[in-house]
């Protein structure tokens, strides 16, 4: 950290801070940024005009330290830190995140930053504001990035025929009070107008090197209570060499939330909230209560958690109302102070955000000490997860990851049938052909495609789109074990698709389509699952589910990859009808599981298992008969075969249950006179009964109000029906014939007798 301070001209109280933090090559690596990044310089530019030194309007109370008070004295009056005083705060904040996290490569500390502030005092508020501004302050920061660092001048001299891959890239992040968005558009012009100025004279000198970018924050800092002039504005491109971005805060706890949020996007950091630690009171030494400590360490910390996918990112509302993501771990009560008991994949330094806090000092004596903390993934349910741990190691506090998936250290895994691991069914013959695809060849750095991509550059893109959904075990997919995928699963990954590729993939959901309504197998794992495992649609839901996460993770390729998916979506989204006729076969497989099931208990139900099997043998019927109807209303199903068309309109009564058992026989003859009804036209006197009986030749009873001739019509035949009425019939005709007779027969053979002999017959 290289820190100079210049008073730009005699009236000009403008102050730049001129942070050199820069990467080397290794380090670069191991933190993910470029080399020669824009993180590699970084300058701050204060405003120092009289308009800073008024007050932020954030009071500070003075007297809450007092435990008591005495009578009669007055209470001191709150005080609030000038506009100047929280840019300095903010800044020095800023620097010591930086410092914290990253050590080594520092050329200063806080203490000549803060001694340096200090010799150059506050603003002068009665200072004439006409012969302030802060443009000076910007050249002298432009100037500043031109100069050559040791770093970049040893990488110079070092690779001396390519040394002009050396570049010189750097960031400026201005703190003042501009007037309104034009000012701020002046400021922008200003500085672009100094890096073309200050290159040209970089090109004829050895000390200096022109400034291929640079990114401008400009900060506008306003007092609470007032409104803004300044409207925010993301990060824009204003030149080949020159981004600019504005950033409208207020001051006090506002613009330290800000800049402690510009730090972690500049130089790739993340917040870990330690929630739940136990600490005791002051007043009360018996009890204790749980706090939470917010600490910023290197993003890589939580590259595990977006690995697997199950970051709990909780979001905050930061206090300059913007949004603060932070990943929420849970304290371990500590029972050990051995390091080397826990497998850990990497270890990172620690900075807490609010430092000056009691938690914050609590937990970082408690660190020092040589303790260790270990803390676990908050979860609703199931084992608790020890994902990170919390140690000191030479006076420095570490973030060290633990390894909370399946150890390298374990059993290796199996590849093919021998010892170690639990783990059999690997993808080899796939992963074999995926190698053959992604083979590296030597080719010359010089041939750049239409994108500007080196072939390095190529070949991990391709590598990055084939393994963006991959699964390495043959028990974990399904689409990737059937042959009718595998032309789409070739063409969707490719960078870019033609008609007759997407024309192909279409084709393939077409054939999967069919074979849903075919209701082909699938290959679907049973390995870990009882009985015959998942039933026919689950398996097809499946398939669809991971089919639609295959082509979702290429969809942003191209407008053509976006093609296959609405495809997909297109065929899942079936018609009522089509649901209708699962739903139904659904219906009859769980019928069948349950015959089947009774079928086996026959030995111990004895009848009772012959009629249920009977009952279910025929609701299937039915349901097969109110399939085919179904099937023939949808469009895309066959033709039945054609059946006899049935001859009843209307439903028929069900039979009476009789009370008690029922013999096979009787479940038997009533199944068969069900049958024999629908081929018939059905008896009159039946659809119009009461209960099973209608009355007979009610006319009769109209007119002379002699015989109730009441008959049952339960389930008969019809020709017992004829065969009765035959009987009846010529029962009358001899009662008929007895009273045409000149001397009819006394005795029983009487008219009446006769015709109420055939009722009873009948």
């Excluded at 102070?337 to 609590?362: K, Q």
């Excluded at 030995?603 to 279910?616: A, F």
């Excluded at 005795?747 to 009722?759: E, F, H, K, N, R």
Aim: charged share 25%.
């Amino acid at each position: 950290m290289l820190t100079s301070f210049s008073r730009a001209g005699l009236a000009t109280p403008a102050i730049y801070l001129k942070c050199l933090f820069y990467f080397p090559q290794s380090l670069c690596r191991r933190t993910g940024l470029r080399m020669f990044s824009v993180s590699h310089k970084t300058a701050f530019v204060v405003d120092h005009c009289p308009y800073m030194a008024e007050s932020c309007r954030q009071l500070i109370e003075c007297d809450m330290l007092t435990k008591s008070r005495s009578q009669g004295v007055i209470p001191l009056a709150p005080v609030s830190k000038s506009l100047w005083t929280c840019a300095i705060e903010c800044s020095m904040e800023y620097c010591r995140i930086l410092f914290d996290v990253y050590p080594t490569w520092k050329l200063s500390n806080l203490n000549i930053l803060m001694a340096a502030l200090a010799a150059v005092g506050p603003p002068n508020p009665r200072q004439d504001p006409e012969c302030c501004s802060v443009l000076h302050g910007l050249v002298a920061a432009v100037e500043s990035l031109c100069k050559i660092t040791e770093y970049q001048h040893e990488s110079r001299t070092t690779l001396m025929d390519t040394a002009d891959r050396v570049a010189n890239r750097g960031r400026i992040i201005c703190l003042t009070n501009a007037k309104s968005d034009t000012h701020v558009r002046m400021l922008e012009d200003c500085v672009l107008e100094t890096i073309q100025e200050q290159n040209k004279r970089a090109a004829g000198s050895d000390r200096l090197m022109p400034i291929q970018q640079c990114e401008l924050v400009l900060v506008h800092i306003y007092p609470q209570g007032e409104e803004t002039l300044v409207s925010d504005r993301q990060k824009k491109e204003l030149s080949s060499m020159l981004s600019s971005e504005v950033h409208s805060v207020r001051a006090g706890r506002y613009l330290a939330s800000k800049l402690n949020v510009l730090v972690q996007q500049h130089f790739d950091l993340a917040s870990t909230t330690i929630t739940n630690i136990p600490m005791k009171e002051e007043q009360h030494a018996n009890t204790s209560a749980n706090y939470d400590v917010e600490l910023l360490h290197h993003r890589d910390a939580h590259m595990e958690f977006i690995k697997s996918g199950d970051l709990h990112m909780a979001g905050s509302t930061s206090r300059d109302s913007g949004l603060k993501e932070t990943v929420t771990l849970k304290w371990c009560t500590p029972r050990t102070n051995s390091v080397e008991l826990h497998y850990c994949t990497g270890a990172y330094r620690i900075s807490p955000v609010d430092v000056n806090s009691r938690p914050s000092s609590c937990l970082t004596n408690f660190l020092l000490n040589g303790r260790s903390v270990l803390l676990e993934q908050p979860r609703k349910s199931g084992s608790k997860v020890i994902s990170h741990m919390l140690s000191s190691h030479g006076g420095e506090i570490f973030l060290h990851v633990l390894n909370s998936t399946r150890s390298t250290l374990e059993d290796p895994p199996s590849i093919s049938e021998g010892c170690g691991g639990r783990v059999t069914d690997y993808r080899i013959t796939d992963f074999g052909e995926f190698m053959r695809e992604n083979r590296l060849t030597p080719f010359p750095d010089s041939m750049i495609d239409a994108a500007g991509r080196t072939p390095v550059e190529r070949a991990k893109s391709q590598l990055e789109r084939y393994t963006r959904y991959w699964p390495m075990i043959i028990s974990q997919t399904t689409i990737f074990n059937m042959q009718a995928v595998v032309p789409l699963a070739n063409l969707i990954v490719k960078d870019t698709l033609t008609d007759e590729d997407v024309l192909t993939c279409q084709k393939t959901v077409y054939n999967l389509v069919d074979m849903e309504r075919k209701s082909d197998p699938l290959p679907i794992s049973t390995v870990g699952s009882r009985g015959k495992g998942p039933k026919r649609d689950e398996q097809y839901r499946i398939m669809w589910n991971e089919l639609e996460t295959l082509v979702k993770a290429h969809v942003g390729t191209s407008e053509r990859h976006q093609r296959v998916l609405e495809c997909i979506s297109a065929c899942r989204s079936k018609p009522p009808e089509e649901e209708e006729r699962k739903k139904r076969g659904r219906k009859r497989e769980d019928k069948e599981d349950k015959t089947e099931k009774n079928g086996k208990d026959t030995e111990e139900k004895g009848w009772t298992t012959d009629s249920e099997r009977l009952k279910g043998v025929m609701e299937r019927e039915k349901d097969e008969q109110s399939e085919c109807e179904i099937i023939k209303d949808s469009p895309d199903s066959p033709e039945p075969l054609n059946k006899k068309p049935r001859l009843a309109t209307e439903e028929q009564q069900p039979p009476e249950k009789s009370k008690g058992p029922v013999s096979l026989l009787t479940l038997w003859t009533n199944r068969i006179t069900q049958a024999n009804s629908r081929k018939h036209q059905e008896f009159a006197g039946r659809l119009s009964s009461v209960n099973n009986k209608a009355e007979l030749y009610q006319h009769l009873k109209e007119e002379n109000g002699c015989v109730d001739l009441t008959v049952s019509l339960a389930v008969y035949p019809v020709n017992t029906l004829i065969s009765h009425f035959f009987v009846y019939s010529v029962f009358c005709l001899l009662g008929w014939m007895f009273m045409r007779m000149e001397k009819p027969p006394d005795d029983v053979w009487s008219t009446p007798l006769l015709i109420s002999a055939g009722s009873l017959i009948c």
